[in-house]
């Protein structure tokens, strides 16, 4: 399925892959998010913001002789020279940094992302478990806060954190939007009660598209590709698929 993108036409929307908690796959989420929306005919532009470069891996070698992230929060004016082709068609990559990043403005990131506005109609930004001023960086120039989050005893709690962080960020980012999506779902009775449980009794903004559990998004990782490079035909592709149709809807 192709959408009609139009680069320069409309303005680049901005997506920002975080939450409070690891391990509920946001490195995994933001590359199959840009591959998806690649092959759909959009271009996109990939922002590894986690010192751990994780991202960064699946599309380009992690070289600190190159310009990367922290080149841009320094210097927001020559965010271009930061700008690296990958080996997926309709892909760019601004790398991850492993040196420490000592941000002082979170504005930074909003004014880079404004000197290439028009060039691209994706930007999915990859982030670390934490609101510091480095993520609020990307928060304050997004359009939307994307959580993943995995059905298990801990997933109120961190949800009740993220709202909270959220409520405090749409003071300087009004527009800001928060959508929340199931990851790694399992058909297992432990969490059928957990997310019965949450979703009833609460009204966060999950969307109806969810992400399946299943060795092949494992697979996938382990070789460093995204899920429909690897397993095209799979469910867990049109998962992601699914994903990006009802993101675009809005």
Known sequence: KEFEFIS?????????IGNLKGGVGKTTTTVNLAYTYAEMGGRTLVIDLDPQ??????FAKVNEYNKTIKDVLEAPEHINSAIYRTKYEDIDII?????????????SLKEALGYIKKEYDV?????????????????YAADVLLTPVKFDNF???????????YHELKEKNPELEWKVFANMVANVKAQKVS????LGKHDY????????????????????????????????????????DELLED
């Open 195 to 198: 997310s019965a449980d949450l």
């Open 155 to 165: 997933c109120r709690d961190n949800l009740t954190m993220v709202e909270d962080a």
């Open 53 to 58: 470069c994780n991202c960064t891996r699946f």
């Open 123 to 139: 930007c999915l930004i990859d982030t670390r478990p934490v609101f510091d001023v480095l993520t609020k960086n990307a928060l």
């Open 95 to 107: 790398k991850g940094s492993v040196k420490t990043l000592e941000q002082k403005s979170p504005w």
């Open 8 to 16: 320069g036409g409309m303005k680049m929307k901005v997506y920002v």
């Open 205 to 244: 903004p999950f969307m109806q598209s969810c992400i399946s559990r299943t060795a092949i998004v494992d697979n996938a990782l382990s070789l460093y590709k995204p899920v429909a490079k690897h397993r095209g035909g799979s469910n867990v592709a049109q998962d992601f698929v699914d994903l990006v």
